[in-house]
């Protein structure tokens, strides 16, 4: 089945340490973002990327990073820089020539930091 | 100002209730609508989306648009349990531009149906 996966699901964190989210799809899309989620906050794009090499912040890069180099793979860092990064984080693609720009998105990570 | 609030709820119905839920905009730029559900500890899911004001009905769910008024609805006929879930309203301008793939996400309601 086509999807996206996202690991670890659950991932715990000391301050100070950086750690990569994974996200890796088979559904043959160009584009792929990370999107961070809190409580009554909604969705808030983090970065995005439309082709392979090639990304671009979102409303809240500070303190993450990404890279693109293959399409099926978009791994999000999370920095030590980043000051609250406890979080819900999403991962999603779509197809690069959508009229509507219909997002699948993955199950998600969840990272606490201790 | 948000550009986009979403009621926040938390909305609570008995099973079989007709549930609305409901978001407003700032930006008359956004040119397609959408809903999302989220389960709990999942990744949202996409239930609709529409271009135009009106109306689009796909089983007991309807997306209304009112773009004079900048407002959207979903509702949700004869809710089920289900049916319980966070709700996520999303908009964007099209693709095309630094706009392309951004799209502006309402804070969510939670919507409980009750048995």
């Known amino acids: 089945d086509g999807g996206i996966t996202q690991s670890p699901k659950y991932l715990f964190r000391k301050e100070g340490q950086n750690v990569t989210l994974s996200c890796e799809q088979n559904?043959?899309?160009?584009?792929m973002y990370w999107y961070r989620q809190d409580p009554g906050q909604g969705l808030r794009l983090i970065y995005y990327s439309q082709i392979v090499n090639d990304f671009q912040k979102g409303d809240i890069a500070e303190g993450y990073s990404v890279s693109r180099e293959k399409k099926e793979s978009f791994p999000l860092t999370v920095t030590s820089a980043q000051k609250n990064p406890t979080a819900f984080y999403l991962c999603?693609?779509?197809?690069?020539?959508?009229?509507?720009?219909?997002?699948?998105f993955g199950a998600g990570s969840r990272l606490t930091v201790l | 100002q948000k550009e986009v609030e979403q009621d926040p709820g938390p909305l609570s119905v008995p099973e079989g209730a007709i549930v609305s839920l409901n978001c407003t905009y700032s930006n008359s730029a956004f040119q397609y609508f959408m809903w999302y559900r989220q389960y709990s500890r999942k990744g949202p899911e996409l239930l609709m989306y529409?271009?135009?004001?009106g109306n689009k009905e796909d089983g007991r769910f309807t997306a209304q648009v009112d773009k004079s008024s900048k407002y959207i609805s979903l509702f949700i006929r004869d809710s089920q349990p289900s049916d319980s879930a966070t709700y996520l309203c999303a908009m964007g301008t099209g693709a095309g531009g630094t706009s392309y793939g951004k799209l502006t996400f309402g804070q969510g309601t939670i919507l409980t149906v009750h048995p």
């Open positions: 999603a693609s779509s197809p690069r020539y959508s009229g509507a720009n219909v997002l699948t």
């Open positions: 559904l043959n899309h160009d584009a």
């Open positions: 529409t271009y135009s004001s």
